[in-house]
């Protein structure tokens, strides 16, 4: 009896020791189970804002509702609309060499997109100078001179970029770099001015003169920005002329100067 009792006790013995090597193993393991859903959820998270990192940019921006020309577009921003002139470049005009061209390409990558507008500052039209930036991140300024669409507009820019992709265009005769020699498009503005003025002074020159007007002494500013002539030595218009005042008869004013009569001061 007291040896069956003995074995009992050894056998309690053993069952206990065993069971005490067992708990630090199954505390490990329970303790694994535990912290693996909060290692995989710390992963699931880095993955999650990894794949929104590439995502791209939010599309809120100005919506390009019109396209003028090359350079000039109107932009839809809060329902006003802002008329835009792009940054440090000049396309060909409409009625330019590669005018339309340059239209139809722009229109292409900006034309009803939201895009993000980088304010410069104000021309003397009151249009905004700016940078466009398209929605896959590409600056619109920069592809209308890399594809041969634009010149970059040295007189309004000293940008080192602008004037390397128009270095690699004219290279590899991109767009109106295909002419030989084209036409600024500021000069094609200074000329198309020029021929303007002239046909209004010839037109000018043939009107009637008025009666007395051989004999009736004006005044005109001799300088190429004045059109008109004044019957008033003291007009204020007069005063703010820079160059030579002349003192002429009517007749001549109008026959060789091409000049109207000056409405401010009255007749």
Same mark, same amino acid.
């Given at each position: 009896?007291?040896?069956?009792?003995?074995?009992?006790?050894?056998?309690?013995?053993?069952?206990?020791?065993?069971?005490?090597?067992?708990?630090?193993?199954?505390?490990?393991?329970?303790?694994?189970?535990?912290?693996?859903?909060?290692?995989?959820?710390?992963?699931?998270?880095?993955?999650?804002?990894?794949?929104?990192?590439?995502?791209?940019?939010?599309?809120?921006?100005?919506?390009?509702?019109?396209?003028?020309?090359?350079?000039?577009?109107?932009?839809?921003?809060?329902?006003?609309?802002?008329?835009?002139?792009?940054?440090?470049?000049?396309?060909?005009?409409?009625?330019?060499?590669?005018?339309?061209? @340059? =239209?139809?390409?722009?229109?292409?990558? $900006?034309?009803?997109?939201? +895009?993000? !507008?980088?304010?410069?500052?104000?021309?003397?039209?009151?249009?905004?100078?700016?940078?466009?930036?398209?929605?896959?991140?590409?600056?619109?300024?920069?592809?209308?001179?890399?594809?041969?669409?634009?010149?970059?507009?040295?007189?309004?820019?000293?940008?080192?970029?602008?004037?390397?992709?128009?270095?690699?265009?004219?290279?590899?005769?991109?767009?109106?770099?295909?002419?030989?020699?084209?036409?600024?498009?500021?000069?094609?503005?200074?000329?198309?001015?020029?021929?303007?003025?002239?046909?209004?002074?010839?037109?000018? @020159? =043939?009107?009637?003169?008025?009666?007395? $007007?051989?004999?009736?002494? +004006?005044? !005109?500013?001799?300088?190429?920005?004045?059109?008109?002539?004044?019957?008033?030595?003291?007009?204020?218009?007069?005063?703010?002329?820079?160059?030579?005042?002349?003192?002429?008869?009517?007749?001549?004013?109008?026959?060789?100067?091409?000049?109207?009569?000056?409405?401010?001061?009255?007749?």
């Amino acid at each position: 009896m007291k040896l069956l009792s003995f074995k009992n006790w050894l056998l309690y013995l053993l069952l206990l020791v065993s069971g005490c090597q067992q708990d630090p193993g199954n505390t490990h393991e329970t303790r694994h189970r535990q912290e693996q859903p909060a290692d995989a959820t710390m992963a699931k998270t880095e993955e999650l804002s990894q794949s929104e990192s590439r995502k791209p940019e939010n599309t809120a921006g100005d919506k390009v509702i019109a396209v003028k020309d090359g350079d000039t577009m109107d932009l839809l921003r809060n329902g006003q609309v802002i008329k835009v002139r792009l940054y440090g470049i000049d396309s060909p005009e409409k009625n330019q060499d590669f005018g339309q061209r @340059a =239209k139809q390409f722009a229109s292409d990558l $900006a034309f009803g997109k939201y +895009v993000q !507008l980088i304010a410069h500052n104000t021309d003397r039209y009151g249009r905004t100078v700016g940078t466009i930036i398209l929605p896959d991140g590409r600056n619109l300024n920069e592809e209308m001179v890399r594809s041969g669409f634009a010149w970059h507009y040295k007189a309004y820019s000293k940008d080192l970029s602008l004037a390397n992709l128009e270095t690699d265009a004219r290279r590899f005769k991109r767009g109106l770099w295909q002419d030989p020699n084209p036409t600024p498009p500021w000069d094609f503005r200074k000329n198309k001015s020029s021929n303007t003025a002239e046909t209004a002074a010839a037109e000018q @020159a =043939k009107s009637p003169i008025p009666a007395g $007007a051989t004999k009736r002494i +004006v005044y !005109l500013c001799d300088s190429s920005g004045s059109a008109v002539y004044h019957v008033s030595a003291t007009c204020s218009v007069l005063k703010r002329c820079k160059a030579e005042v002349l003192k002429i008869t009517e007749a001549e004013a109008i026959r060789e100067h091409g000049r109207r009569l000056d409405k401010t001061c009255g007749s």
